[in-house]
């Protein structure tokens, strides 16, 4: 399973959804621009990154780099007023590129076959 940051930033807050985020974490995969976004906000909330990505890392979240064909498939999705950054299209882009489902705690992406919502 394809994780966004926004799924991330729940387990590590032990927010709504932590559980289920613990359940896939093991062999997940984030884009390398989403955990950036992890790594941003973990920051400015003033905890210790290198705390939080070690335990990300100790479940095999394995961070997938941006590749060309993500890229452009992001740009090619943007739509004026759509609500999705350009780091939830990169999210979408690997996920299809993998072949695989995306879980999210970004109301704005929806929900759909292949999107999972943590807060319903």
Same mark, same amino acid.
């Given at each position: 399973?394809?994780?966004?940051?926004?799924?991330?930033?729940?387990?590590?807050?032990?927010?709504?959804?932590?559980?289920?985020?613990?359940?896939?974490?093991?062999?997940?995969?984030?884009?390398?621009?989403?955990?950036?976004?992890?790594?941003?906000?973990? =920051?400015? &909330? *003033?905890?210790?990154? $290198?705390?939080?990505?070690? #335990?990300? @890392?100790?479940? !095999? +979240?394995?961070?997938?780099?941006?590749?060309?064909?993500?890229?452009?498939?992001?740009?090619?999705?943007?739509? =004026?007023? &759509? *609500?999705?950054?350009? $780091?939830?299209?990169?999210? #979408?882009? @690997?996920?299809? !590129? +993998?072949?695989?489902?995306?879980?999210?705690?970004?109301?704005?992406?929806?929900?759909?076959?292949?999107?999972?919502?943590?807060?319903?």
């Amino acid at each position: 399973m394809v994780v966004d940051a926004s799924a991330l930033l729940a387990f590590l807050q032990g927010g709504p959804g932590a559980d289920r985020v613990e359940e896939i974490l093991d062999d997940s995969v984030i884009g390398a621009a989403n955990w950036s976004e992890v790594a941003q906000k973990v =920051r400015a &909330s *003033g905890a210790d990154w $290198g705390i939080a990505s070690g #335990l990300l @890392l100790s479940y !095999r +979240l394995k961070v997938e780099p941006v590749s060309q064909r993500d890229a452009e498939a992001a740009a090619e999705s943007w739509k =004026r007023g &759509s *609500g999705l950054s350009l $780091g939830d299209r990169l999210c #979408l882009a @690997l996920a299809r !590129r +993998l072949d695989l489902p995306v879980l999210t705690a970004d109301r704005v992406w929806g929900e759909s076959e292949r999107i999972e919502q943590l807060r319903r």
